[in-house]
């Protein structure tokens, strides 16, 4: 690689002022959700610190091909497919924003391939369980009802749970049952949700009023924009959310571990399958991508087996057209 000027990456003073240089970069230059600046962060440092331990002080400027091939090939073993693509990740914007700087004229991350993800389908509910799940929590409480409003825009709009949290009660617009979200990239999208979480949020809209009557003001780092509160009148984090989540889960006997995650998928696979056009999801889903939406999306084997059985001219052994019998020709 060809150099601009001297530098290391050893020393920790200069270390953390290039991963908080890149941090900043990433939140304010690329409106990134601060858990994958959180991530990014994390990987470029730990290729720092190899570039100091393992390839002996070698200097930013010098680190090539080798460097980021051997770094990954050094994680290998603590990580599994996904966390290796996202520290490539990391890297190509890494030195995409060194680029920036001037501090190196080329990006050796762009040379190396992205390793293979294995393809899992999400746990995704059916519909009886995912109306058993968001009815679980009750009414006889703060944490019961806001868990209830919770569960349901998560189900009802599809949200990624750092949406969720992100809101802000001016987010939620009850007057015409739409919710504004921020999503990846800090990309803004309204999305719809039904009369069920019109009237959880409805109820939750008044214990919150009291919550933060009672608590928010006085409570240290009580935040009166947030929409869903924990306990103290903070903002939830998705932490807690998922805690939430898998305790009703539990608590309703359902076979296997449920997410925030799995309550969006459940939404996209429940639209779909009852017709909903494809696009329509990867609007309200917030995708760049209709690819991305056609992975996340996933049809169980009895719902194609229908389809074929419907739609294809070949499955009841049905010939459009035949018009008698034709004699074998013999060839």
Not at 68 to 96: D, E, I, P, Y
Not at 167 to 196: I, M, Y
Not at 226 to 247: E, I, P, S
Request: proline share 4%; aromatic share 8%; glycine share 10%.
């Amino acid at each position: 690689m060809k150099q601009r000027g001297e530098g290391t990456a050893s020393g920790g003073g200069d270390t953390e002022r290039r991963v908080r240089a890149f941090a900043a970069y990433l939140e304010h230059g690329r409106g990134y959700s601060r858990h994958t600046v959180r991530n990014y962060a994390s990987d470029v440092r730990q290729f720092l610190l190899y570039l100091e331990e393992k390839e002996q002080a070698k200097p930013l400027t010098e680190a090539d091909y080798y460097s980021v091939r051997g770094f990954l090939a050094s994680r290998f073993k603590q990580n599994k497919g996904a966390s290796l693509g996202r520290k490539l990740s990391a890297l190509r914007t890494f030195f995409r924003f060194l680029r920036m700087e001037g501090t190196v004229e080329d990006n050796p991350a762009l040379l190396i391939a992205s390793p293979k993800r294995e393809q899992r389908l999400p746990n995704f509910l059916s519909v009886d369980d995912a109306f058993r799940l968001v009815e679980a929590p009750g009414n006889d409480s703060f944490l019961r009802v806001r868990d209830r409003a919770m569960l349901e825009l998560l189900y009802g709009s599809g949200l990624r749970v750092s949406e969720l949290v992100g809101l802000n009660a001016s987010d939620a617009h009850l007057e015409v049952r739409v919710v504004r979200v921020w999503g990846k990239g800090r990309k803004e999208r309204v999305v719809p949700f039904g009369q069920k979480a019109w009237e959880a949020l409805k109820d939750y809209a008044d214990v919150r009023s009291r919550m933060l009557a009672e608590k928010g003001p006085r409570e240290p780092g009580g935040e009166t924009e947030a929409l869903f509160l924990n306990r103290w009148g903070r903002r939830l984090t998705a932490r807690g959310v998922a805690r939430r989540v898998d305790f009703h889960a539990r608590k309703m006997g359902l076979p296997r571990h449920v997410s925030p995650h799995a309550l969006r998928h459940s939404f996209a696979t429940h639209l779909l399958e009852a017709g909903a056009d494809l696009r329509a999801i990867q609007e309200l889903l917030g995708h760049a991508n209709l690819s991305t939406t056609q992975k996340y999306v996933h049809l169980n084997l009895d719902r194609l087996l229908d389809v074929y059985d419907r739609t294809h001219p070949r499955a009841k052994g049905k010939v459009p057209g035949n018009r008698g019998f034709v004699p074998d020709p013999g060839v």
